[in-house]
């Protein structure tokens, strides 16, 4: 097959866009039904593009072979300095007929990007779609972050470990709570995470979690030995988080947003009993779905959430340029 | 499973190093059988990894009966502050137990500021190709492998003599140029002198062990090969190096004639060339 010409993408592709899309989430939700049917139509995919192409410093290509678009690409800088001199391929910023095509949309692109400084490349890719995996790994990505999801079971199995208890926060235990906060980011820099994102101080997690206990609009369950918090599980309502608030949430689903243990307490079982305590809280609540993500290179995290049963439905991929 | 107990590599691991070693080339060679038989032998897997343990800067860690990883810096600008896991560096009964050896080297490597991780991984060995995918390692380069048929010499297509050298500087620059563009990227600035290229064309012109190989399109010089013993190739090392085997260790074609058929002409005439040099694999 020939390769396909590339062109600048513009606001005459959005429909197409849209369609590509579309059937794209089509075939990924044959594979991962729980994810929101509602991407399978041209009209929902087109938004949720345009969106993409609206967001400040975005650019793309799109792909054709004998005048028919066959895929598209879509990058976009984040705001955030912890990403560096960033582009963000988003869920909804490619699509192609062919995976290998996406090769030759991203050359072109990234041409582009790598000339105006930009050489941190994220992408966010359909797990289920090993053969455009592979398409992005022989363009030197690698995996970096996972987003898994699962359903929430009729009835939850929670064991406590002898010694524990789970329960809520509370404010005057605000300085363990915030040893509970620290431990994920301080074992994300660690080999082989080797995580640039800052760890946030003492201060700023003191303000973040009075703020949290004050606005009681997260679920949190804290696993407590004697009396003290050792870990801590949040869960908040999918369309409340800018991450997932796109195709990367199911309708309706609780988000497991954060989830830590102090590294003496891991391998004690109160990870997996607050996972089912979480589970039993969501059905609770009405919640059918749930979703989560982790960093793939966390060793930890990487087997704990599979073993609990959530299923990465996109994975999120990372180059940087050299 | 718990997480195995990693320690950092010693001599006294090399035995068990050797059989782990010798176990995934046999695995290798069920689906790859033109690579060297010999790295099935433990004895030789070892010798291999024990090269690599006394490499200047080698570092590693080995997973008691389970697992190996070495690293070996190579002194070369083009890798950056870097850390090799050659061909012969890594091997693992589960292909998982791979990203805690990795975990526990680099934390040592990173620590001493060596942030470019090279690996050279088996590539049917799909479970270990991803346990490196999922330690977020990208592909960069691919060593390929194939047989030596008897064919004829494609049109437009011969050795290389003196008089082609003006053409050969022309096209050879042309790879490395290539390369530097998207989405390759590569950061290699070793593009040689026009005089430095030019003596080194006429070193390999004068050796008979090299095939030096055109193409031509209407009398214009359009691409060239170079096809060497094995032996010369630096890249293709231990269970990475096949036996009996010529390297294609250079080809460059004119954009212009690019898609036109001439790099395959010109890789059957490389592949003849290395036939002639009583070689079976490419």
Redesign the interface.
């Known amino acids: 097959m020939p390769a396909p010409s590339v062109e600048p993408f513009s606001d005459a592709h959005l429909d197409v866009a849209g369609e590509l899309l579309a059937a794209r989430h089509l075939r990924h939700r044959r594979v991962e039904p729980l994810l929101s049917a509602r991407y399978e139509d041209p009209a929902t995919a087109r938004a949720e593009v345009e969106r993409v192409w609206r967001i400040e410093g975005a650019s793309g290509t799109i792909a054709r072979r004998e005048e028919h678009v066959v895929g598209y690409l879509i990058g976009a800088p984040r705001p955030n300095p912890v990403w560096g001199e960033n582009v963000w391929i988003e869920a909804a910023g490619h699509a192609v007929e062919v995976a290998e095509d996406v090769?030759d949309l991203?050359?072109?692109a990234?041409?582009a990007w790598?000339e105006e400084g930009r050489s941190q490349h994220y992408v966010l890719v359909p797990a289920s779609e090993r053969v455009l995996l592979d398409a992005w790994?022989?363009?030197?990505?690698?995996?970096?972050h996972a987003h898994g999801i699962r359903e929430v079971p009729d009835s939850a199995d929670v064991r406590v470990p002898d010694g524990f208890e789970i329960r809520g926060p509370r404010e005057e235990e605000v300085e363990q709570l915030i040893d509970v906060d620290l431990a994920l980011p301080d074992h994300q820099q660690?080999?082989?995470v080797?995580s640039s994102l800052a760890v946030w101080s003492r201060e700023e997690s003191r303000e973040e979690w009075l703020k949290t206990l004050a606005d009681q609009e997260e679920t949190i369950l804290i696993g407590a030995r004697d009396g003290r918090p050792v870990a801590g599980w949040a869960y908040v309502p999918a369309e409340r988080s800018s991450e997932t608030r796109n195709l990367l949430g199911p309708d309706h689903a609780a988000f497991l947003g954060f989830a830590s243990t102090l590294p003496e307490f891991r391998g004690s079982g109160i990870g997996v009993a607050l996972t089912e305590a979480g589970f039993a809280w969501a059905a609770q609540a009405g919640y059918e779905v749930m979703i989560t993500d982790w960093r793939?290179?966390n060793?930890l995290s990487?087997r704990f959430w599979p073993r609990r049963g959530f299923r990465p439905a996109f994975l999120r991929?990372?180059?940087s340029?050299? | 499973m718990p997480?195995p107990l990693v320690e950092p590599f010693s001599d006294a691991h090399l035995d068990a190093a050797g059989e782990l070693l010798a176990a995934r080339h046999a695995r290798h060679r069920e689906a790859e059988p033109l690579l060297a038989a010999r790295y099935e032998q433990p004895s030789a897997a070892r010798e291999e990894i024990e090269a690599l343990v006394g490499s200047e800067g080698a570092s590693g860690v080995a997973a008691i009966r389970d697992g190996e990883v070495v690293g070996v810096p190579r002194d070369d600008n083009d890798w950056?502050a870097n850390i090799w896991i050659e061909a012969a560096g890594h091997a693992a009964d589960d292909p998982e137990l791979v990203?805690?050896l990795?975990?526990?080297a680099?934390?040592r490597w990173?620590e001493g500021g060596r942030t470019?991780h090279y690996a050279l991984v088996p590539a049917g060995d799909d479970d270990l190709v991803t346990a490196w995918?999922?330690?977020?390692?990208?592909?960069?380069h691919a060593h390929g492998i194939r047989e030596l048929n008897s064919e004829p010499w494609p049109d437009g297509a011969r050795l290389a003599t003196p008089e082609d050298i003006e053409g050969i500087i022309r096209i050879a620059p042309l790879i490395l140029r290539h390369q530097a563009?998207?989405?390759v990227?590569s950061?290699r600035k070793d593009e040689d002198e026009e005089e430095a290229l030019r003596r080194e064309i006429e070193d390999e012109l004068a050796n008979p062990d090299v095939g030096y190989l055109v193409a031509e399109v209407d009398g214009r010089l359009v691409g060239t090969f170079v096809v060497a013993p094995i032996d010369m190739a630096g890249a293709h090392t231990g269970p990475a190096r096949p036996d009996r085997s010529c390297f294609l260790a250079f080809a460059a074609t004119d954009p212009a004639v690019r898609g036109s058929g001439t790099g395959s002409r010109s890789r059957t005439h490389a592949s003849r060339g290395g036939r002639s040099a009583a070689t079976r694999r490419l």
């Open positions: 090769r991203y050359a072109v990234a041409a790598v790994w022989r363009l030197s990505f690698g995996q970096q660690r080999s082989p080797f793939v290179t060793l990487s991929l990372y180059r340029i050299p | 997480a950056g990203r805690d990795y975990a526990a680099a934390a990173v470019r995918f999922r330690v977020s390692f990208g592909q960069q563009l998207s989405p990227f950061d």
